[in-house]
C-alpha cells in the first residue's frame, strides 16, 4: 500500500491557476501508475488524470484536458497536479492514488484526506 499525504488545495477565482502536490511514501512508488481522483457533493469519485509509472503516458478526464497537467517525479515520490484556468466545476476535494495500469480504477481501497479545491469569485 502506498500511503499519500496531499497539499495544494485552496480558493482561486475562476480562471486562476492552483497545484496540487501528492507526497507517497514507499518504495513501491515508481512502480505504479498514479492518478488524481476528484469529490464534489452529491457526486461519487471521479477519475481526473493518471500517468504511467515512468511518466511516458498521460491521460485526462475530457472536461480537463488542456487545462490540468499531471507529473511524477519518482526519484523525489512526488506526483503533481498544474490546474489552469479553473472553473467552479472544478470545485472538489481532490484525491492522488495508485491506478490499475492500462485503466481508470483505482488500484486498492486505500483513500486519503485529499485536499480541497474551490473555485468562486
Known amino acids: 500500500q502506498v500511503q499519500v499525504v496531499e497539499s495544494g488545495g485552496g480558493l482561486v477565482q475562476p480562471g486562476g491557476s492552483l497545484r496540487l502536490s501528492c507526497a507517497a511514501s514507499?518504495?513501491?512508488?515508481?512502480?505504479?501508475?498514479m492518478g488524481w481522483f476528484r469529490q464534489a457533493p452529491e457526486l461519487g469519485r471521479q477519475f481526473v488524470a493518471g500517468?504511467?509509472?515512468?511518466?511516458?503516458?498521460?491521460d485526462y478526464l475530457g472536461s480537463v484536458r488542456g487545462r490540468f497537467t499531471i507529473s511524477r517525479d519518482n526519484a523525489k515520490n512526488m506526483l503533481y497536479l498544474q490546474m489552469n484556468n479553473l472553473k467552479p466545476e472544478d470545485t472538489a476535494v481532490y484525491y492522488c492514488?495508485?491506478?490499475?495500469?492500462?485503466?481508470?480504477?483505482?488500484?486498492?481501497?486505500?483513500w486519503g484526506q485529499g485536499t480541497q479545491v474551490t473555485v468562486s469569485s
Open positions: 492514488h495508485t491506478i490499475v495500469h492500462g485503466t481508470r480504477d483505482p488500484a486498492d481501497a486505500y
Open positions: 514507499g518504495r513501491t512508488f515508481s512502480s505504479n501508475s
Open positions: 500517468i504511467t509509472w515512468g511518466g511516458g503516458t498521460t
